[in-house]
């Protein structure tokens, strides 16, 4: 099987490798997309980060991320939007196929969600038309509802889906397995996706029964419970064939084996059960 | 301000005592309305249990629980159908508002949630006539989507109401702030809930920032970022009085604490943040 379709984001091996050395690690198995982070961005710096993603032909599939809004007050908002037209920037300077936003939750110590959704919606509409400007899609991520306080108040497909309709065209979703493989209306909010030329980004790892953390226990494809071959069927039958790109927070499994174990161990499972 | 509207779910000061020991200790706070686990009433008989109740005009606000239906064969399957008859008999004798249903998750390995969910439909299909035939209404809880694969794989309200929408009368649902804090549907499920006649319980806690556990770091209310005036203002607003029902699991430090102690935090919480 062609390893086209298949993304490392740098967040499953950022324990053991900074940015080039993750690429090199990458390209030594063939691996040609990856999604890096906007810190491992930073390490590096840009124009250097930029000149190895050029310099190795390879294909950035997201830059993780932009998005967290909400604030206590104006001015942290007006700082947020001026921080993801930043993230706009780099995502455009890596040649990235959309800069992927986790939105933010509760800002401090709040408990009031619907205010939290409406600033998200707020600096979307602030941050939509400089990425247009720049031909740089926003790709919203729903995160599973356990993040709902502290990372993003976008929490279900539909949601985000309803979010975009607000906005119109170059906005769109990164589906991630583990956010929502739980929910009752995938299907149907697939399809929507795929109808409305939404989907932009496809998230795998797994769901590991049991989960010892809420954060960093994420699983191996393959590892857990979700049916990756069935969520992949729906992408792809709602017309999305882009990479599926390997997203794992596992610090204390998977971040503490070697690089290159766990990139083969990506492509193998990738092979099998994705 | 009365107690009336005030249910101690027993799970609450489980670690503390018994259900003897638990109707003592609410009695001495002037707490009437509480609400067991089906382990708790066995350990002391039912025929007791029901003693208890009726002698001292407690109200039951629910019976925890039965459900579990998803299983690897038919054989199983069936035998959580019994299983539940003869939680629907306890619900009975004990003269339960409800019986609370956590609909149980993917069964031994497998990967398939909407045969899971099919395994639910046929179980409440199988149950609510025999539940009917006893006037003991089943209320469906939707728990949170982090509990889909180990727990119950209904994990909205409006999954929740739709299987409802499937029986007719005698079904409805436990609403749990815990559970539906974080979904963008909820303020428009809970009328949907309440036009139809379908609130059955309402459960309360916290979430808390962090969570520590995904089963056994539940908050107290007022501890974590749940808004529960709101949630309780949709409720009424949607034609649900009951009392609301404190159940918390959390083993490191409210199941630590002496237990008099707990239920007093519950009574002033409950007249304070709710």
Redesign the interface.
């Known amino acids: 099987m062609s390893l086209a379709g298949l993304s490392i984001n740098l967040a499953t091996i950022r324990q053991q490798y900074g940015f080039a050395a993750a690429v090199d690690a990458c390209l030594a198995q063939n691996i040609t997309a990856i999604a890096p982070w906007r810190d491992q961005i930073h390490a590096i710096g840009l124009d250097e980060a930029a000149r190895i993603v050029r310099s190795n032909g390879l294909t950035v599939t997201g830059l993780c991320r932009g998005g967290m809004f909400p604030a206590t007050t104006p001015e942290g908002l007006a700082a947020a939007i001026e921080d993801n037209k930043r993230a706009v920037d780099e995502a455009v300077a890596l040649d990235a196929e959309c800069l992927v936003l986790v939105v933010g939750g509760?800002p401090g110590g709040?408990?009031?969600?619907p205010a939290a959704?409406g600033m998200v919606l707020d600096g979307l509409a602030a941050l939509l038309p400089y990425a247009q400007a720049q031909n740089m899609p926003l790709a919203i991520e729903p995160l599973?509802?356990?993040y709902?306080?502290?990372r993003a108040?976008?929490?279900?497909l539909?949601?985000a889906l309803d979010l975009c309709d607000q906005f119109g065209p170059d906005i769109g979703v990164a589906i991630d397995a583990y956010h929502v493989?739980?929910?009752?209306k995938l299907a149907e909010q697939i399809a929507r996706a795929g109808a409305g030329g939404r989907i932009l980004a496809h998230h795998i790892c797994d769901?590991l029964?049991?989960?010892r953390d809420?954060l960093l226990d994420r699983g191996m494809m393959g590892d857990?419970?979700?049916?990756l071959k069935a969520l992949r069927a729906m992408i792809e039958a709602a017309g999305y064939h882009g990479p599926q790109e390997v997203e794992i927070f596992s610090a204390e499994n998977w971040g503490k084996r070697p690089g290159d174990a766990v990139i083969a161990t990506c492509i193998e499972r990738f092979e099998t059960v994705c």
């Open positions: 509760l709040s408990r009031d969600l959704r599973h509802p356990m709902a306080a502290d108040c976008v929490n279900t539909e949601q493989w739980w929910d009752p769901w029964v049991p989960t809420l857990g419970v979700i049916d």
